[in-house]
Structure formats: C-alpha cells, structure tokens
C-alpha cells in the first residue's frame, strides 16, 4: 500500500481540510499498478494548491479522471454519473512557501488484488483510501507519525526543523522554504516471528504546522 503515515497521530479535527482533490496525473501506470509508499498518492504526502478555481467543475463533471473509472453516458435516462472534485492539491517541492499539510488518505484507483475500488467501497475504505478525484483530507496542523519514506534524508535528531522536499517529502535542508514541521521523537518498527511488518523501519514523530 502507499503508506507514509503510521497510525499515532494527535490532531483536531478542525485543523483537516477536506477542500480539494488529489492531482495523480503524472502517474502514467495509475490503473495497472498499485504504487508504493514513495508515490505521490500515498497518505502522508505534503501538499500545495494547484487549483483553487472552483469554477472548473461541478457534479456534472465525469469521464475524465483515469479512463473507465468514471463512465461516461450519452442519454439523461438512468444516467448516473460520478462526479470529481475540481479544486487541487499537487505534492509540495524543495523551497515552496505555500504547503498547506499532509494528506491523511491514499488516492488509490485499485486495490492489491487489481480489483477497482470504485465497486468496493468497503475495501476502500480499509485501505485508508479516497478514489481519484475524490477529496483527500488533508492536515495542516497535529502532530502525527511518518515512516521513513516520507523523509528525503532521515532526521538525525529530536527538535530538527523540518521543510518541503521533492515529491511531497520532508526535509531537514531549508532550501529557501517554509518551515512546516519540527521532529518530536524517533524510534524504529521491527517485524515480529509471526509475520513481516509491511512498515518496518525507523519512525519520526512530528509536531504539524502549515
């Protein structure tokens, strides 16, 4: 799965904003292949606004978000399109100033199987996912817990001031950007005798703040 986040996190809940999309056009392979950890679609991806024009889209709006997951139907007549949020966010870059946080969901099209999500909604929402062009929550403030995939360069200590890096990552290297987070704690995950832990690796604790 594209995981970055753990599952400690401390945050409220009106500190999440639930405004816009995901923008995943930049994976060509989206409905073949289920992307990992350091893809731009996983949970846990620093973000920016890429469009904030409401205006480009509204219920009506289908059939253009990854091919035949939104179908697309010439007759009013039973018609029952899927719609897809306009607004958009694209994973943060080295030097931006304007990252509004991290996203809390995968942006998936299938699962593990390569069964499409759009028919289990169920499955979707074990997986901690939203479909593509479905609003992705996304934190600006909190305190959560990143693997180590969500760091360009590991931290090498509590308190180090944390930046925007490419593909939606943290960094400790300024870059001329804005500060976004500090480091609280570090540990490391370790796989048990009865089975591999998918996120094993180190882990940070980091204090939010878009």
Do not use: W
Not at 37 to 62: C, F, R
Not at 104 to 109: E, G
Request: charged content about 20%.
């Amino acid at each position: 799965m594209a995981h970055r986040l753990l599952p400690f996190r401390q945050y409220d809940e009106n500190d999440v904003v639930n405004l816009f999309a995901l923008d995943i056009s930049s994976i060509t392979d989206f409905q073949t292949k289920l992307p990992s950890s350091d893809g731009i679609n996983a949970d846990g991806v620093l973000v920016k606004v890429s469009n904030g024009d409401g205006t480009g889209g509204d219920v009506n709006d289908y059939g253009t978000e990854n091919g035949d997951m939104f179908a697309t139907y010439s007759s009013p007549i039973g018609r029952n399109p899927y719609p897809f949020n306009p607004l958009r966010v694209t994973p943060a870059t080295a030097g931006d100033t304007a990252a509004i946080g991290l996203t809390l969901n995968q942006t998936l099209h299938i699962d593990e199987n390569g069964e499409k999500l759009l028919f289990n909604p169920v499955k979707k929402d074990e997986l901690q996912a939203v479909l593509s062009g479905q609003t992705v929550p996304v934190l600006s403030k909190g305190i959560v817990t990143l693997s180590a995939s969500a760091f360009d360069v590991e931290p090498d200590e509590a308190g180090a001031a944390l930046y925007p890096a490419a593909g939606g990552k943290l960094s400790t290297t300024e870059a001329a950007g804005s500060k976004v987070a500090t480091v609280l704690s570090s540990g490391t995950r370790t796989s048990s005798a009865v089975g591999t832990d998918s996120l094993a690796g180190n882990y940070y604790v980091i204090k939010l703040d878009c």
